[in-house]
């Protein structure tokens, strides 16, 4: 009796929350066995042949112009547009054009690394997080425009939707903000080379990337197999204006944004849905971007207003450009299917997966001499 007294009372509430989802999704797992494994298998596929080629390369110039002296280069030329624009130091020049170019956690990995440098402050780091976490244009423009919506032109129009609310966004946080006092900041001296550092530093996030998107797969599989994602529809869709199926790509992009392209691909929803979706990001991404840092320099419900914001931003924005280019609009064929990978499948993912083999010896044969610089994402 005073075990369960002890279970129920709210002392260790957190371990106790942690212990009743290992015991259900444990049962689930063995419940749903079949759906687990082919949603986990289709989510490896695409991170073989969509996630890895496209971000990885993002990943490493990131690093590499964070911890080599590209980036103090870059601020020269370009760094009046984040003092001015932004009203943060020139030092983040790369880092905030990483963000809106090279993929979602690109401008994660680029402000901690700053701030572990020392180069930025914490309400600056903050403040970034706020508008630095965008999809690249690798995703949106050949990945979603060209093979999930057969349009280019629609996925210039979408990239440039969520990107203009970024930046909106960003010029907001730093209103208020004074502008910043511009300090020596060295290049760090870097054992082997900036070249081996940032091929470390991606082989480290896209592995992490790959294994959240996995993971997240299986537990939407579990939601579906439970019936619970069809209960969440059905109360979403039912006294609100959202369809069934609006309801259900709205609740897929808020889980994980691929799976979100997949279902609004499925149910041929709005474009006004791929805005929003890819502006939030889903709880997936927002996952991996918490995983950059040691501790988070902004309020998670700060965050979490603003991937709100930029969603709703990203879709205004987005139903403005459409009334002036229609014809992006009209071009775009839905796929009528949930996003498939055909087509020189295999040469793809044998390469892809090459790369993945590639981070994984990287990150084992650098991997101590890596921590004790503390370059290693933990």
């Keep these: 009796m005073e075990a369960i007294k002890r279970f129920f009372s709210f002392e260790g509430l957190s371990a106790k929350f942690c212990g ?4 259900a999704l444990g049962a689930a797992l063995l419940a749903f066995p079949k759906e687990v494994q082919e949603a986990t298998l289709s989510s490896v596929i695409y991170c073989l042949t969509v996630l890895v080629p496209s971000l990885f390369p993002f990943m490493a110039l990131t690093s590499f112009a964070v911890t080599s002296g590209a980036g103090i280069a870059l601020s020269r030329v370009l760094g009046f547009l984040s003092r001015y624009v932004f009203r943060l130091p020139k030092v983040c020049t790369a880092s905030l054009l990483m963000s809106f170019l090279g993929g979602y956690p690109a401008g994660a990995r680029g402000v901690s690394l700053l701030w572990k440098q020392g180069s930025i ?7 970034m997080m706020l508008f630095c976490v965008n999809p690249g244009i690798a995703f949106v423009v050949t990945f979603l425009g060209g093979t999930v919506l057969g349009s280019f032109s629609a996925g210039w129009l979408l990239f440039l939707s969520v990107t203009a609310a970024g930046i909106l966004l960003g010029v907001f946080t730093g209103l208020f903000a004074k502008f910043p006092e511009e300090k020596f900041v060295p290049v760090p001296a870097v054992p082997g080379g900036a070249v081996i550092r940032s091929a470390v530093d991606a082989c480290s996030g896209i592995l992490k990337m790959s294994a959240c ?3 997240f797969s299986g537990f939407t599989a579990i939601l579906h197999g439970s019936g619970l994602y069809q209960f969440f529809v059905k109360l979403l869709s039912g006294p609100g204006p959202f369809s069934q199926p609006e309801a259900a790509a709205a609740l897929s992009f808020f ?6 392209v997949g279902d609004a691909a499925k149910f041929q929803v709005s ?4 805005a929003f979706g890819l502006a939030f990001a889903g709880l997936c991404v927002h996952l991996q971007v918490f995983s950059f840092f040691e501790e988070f320099p902004v309020s998670k419900c700060k965050f979490f207003l603003f991937r709100f914001l930029h969603g709703f931003l990203a879709a205004g924005i987005y139903s403005l450009l459409s009334r002036v280019f229609p014809s992006a609009v009209n071009t775009a064929v839905l796929s009528g299917s949930p996003v498939a990978i055909s087509g020189g499948l295999s040469a793809t993912v044998a390469g892809a997966l090459s790369l993945l083999l590639l981070c994984s010896a990287f990150l084992l044969l650098l991997g101590r001499d890596c921590e004790t610089r503390q370059t290693v994402i933990k």
Aim: aromatic letters at 12%; proline letters at 4%.
């Design 121 to 127: 402050t914490r309400e600056q780091a903050g403040r």
């Design 271 to 274: 474009p006004l849905f791929y």
């Design 20 to 23: 009743a989802a290992f015991l």
């Design 255 to 260: 889980i994980e944004v691929t799976g979100g």
């Design 213 to 215: 998107v996995v993971l």
